[in-house]
């Protein structure tokens, strides 16, 4: 058992003998699988599901763009039939949430890495890109900053405030609210790191420093978009003097109208995301539970559609819209772990 008690299978799939046997899908109490979580793997899952509900027997699932956060929330409300049977993340599952699965019932998930993905700092390609390091985003975004010793509310207004170099324009930056996976992302990619670099931050207790560190500000420097990221896309095209904070795949399917910031000197490309030389890569997750296998009407086979090399291969249909796929050996792996599920008679 892991995290609070709730069993979440990472690696080998392990039985789970106190589970009762539940009725065949041919008989499913529920006939349409039910996704909800991450804006950043929303389109890669409707993907899937679209290629699903034509090539399969079944009915094409429903796919909810709530932002991470908010889809733990609904996937660990219930283990009724009628909750979401799959949660998607750009972020691993808290401690928190697995408590609050496990209070109501939901005793085994299984976690999927599908891919990866880059954070990318954006804006409207009519406008000079920029180049970026952690500590000037730091300090573009960040509610307090240190200086002198003392930590005060960001002083900086303009971009030339910060450096001299970049252009006299207005700080904007519009980035994922928190009900998003990749706000998770920006604070431990973004503001801790440079954060953590300041002697002020350092003389910090550790609770006051991780709060301090992960503020964003709120004087409209930093603006919280909470919908999803066509919404950002949208408000970039609008104000070319902004910057977005975006996944990368919204850069690989939008590259007409915006183009990305090198960040300490790297640019951001797929080839430099799946070798982990961009700093702000990170892996993307999917959560089912097992309790749902028998329940759910074709939950198996949208987990074996997902996991498919003509999916999330290298030359699959996903990497086409942007998702970077797993090492050959980190994918056949977790292809395997999928294949040892789906013949668990749960």
Not at 149 to 170: A, C, T, V
Not at 195 to 210: G, K, T, V
Not at 264 to 269: K, S
Request: aromatic share 10%; net charge negative.
């Amino acid at each position: 058992m892991s995290r609070a008690g709730i069993l979440i299978r990472t690696g080998a799939i392990l039985a789970f003998a106190s589970l009762p046997l539940l009725p065949d899908p041919a008989g499913a109490a529920q006939d349409q699988i039910r996704i909800v979580g991450s804006s950043t793997v929303y389109p890669f899952a409707t993907v899937v599901a679209e290629h699903f509900g034509k090539g399969s027997p079944y009915r094409a699932p429903v796919v909810e763009s709530t932002g991470t956060g908010g889809g733990f929330k609904l996937f660990c409300a219930s283990v009724d039939v009628e909750s979401p049977d799959i949660v998607l993340a750009s972020r691993r599952v808290h401690s928190s949430e697995t408590r609050e699965c496990l209070k109501n019932g939901i005793r085994d998930i299984v976690e999927f890495t599908l891919g990866y993905d880059g954070l990318v700092i954006v804006n409207a390609r009519k406008a000079p890109s920029y180049s970026l390091t952690h500590r000037q985003l730091f300090q573009a975004i960040a509610k307090t900053v240190p200086q002198n010793g003392r930590w005060i509310p960001n002083p900086y207004r303009l971009w030339s405030d910060i450096d001299p170099s970049f252009p006299k324009e207005k700080i904007t930056v519009f980035g994922p609210a928190p009900n998003h996976g990749t706000r998770d992302s920006l604070v431990d990619l973004v503001l801790e790191q440079a954060c953590a670099e300041f002697p002020e931050a350092q003389a910090l207790p550790e609770d006051q420093r991780i709060r301090s560190c992960a503020a964003v500000r709120e004087d409209g420097g930093f603006v919280d978009v909470s919908q999803n990221y066509t919404v950002t896309l949208q408000k970039l095209v609008m104000d070319p003097h902004a910057l977005g904070i975006l996944p990368f795949s919204y850069l690989d399917q939008n590259s007409d109208k915006i183009h990305a910031a090198t960040f300490d000197g790297h640019e951001a490309t797929y080839e430099n995301i799946f070798n982990g030389s961009y700093p702000l890569s990170r892996p993307l997750f999917l959560y089912v539970k097992t309790e749902h296998l028998h329940t759910t009407a074709g939950l198996k086979d949208y987990l074996s559609a997902f996991t498919a090399e003509k999916a999330w291969g290298p030359d699959g249909y996903l990497a086409e819209r942007g998702l970077i796929a797993l090492t050959d050996d980190r994918r056949h792996a977790e292809s395997e772990k999928a294949r040892q599920l789906l013949q668990k008679p749960y």
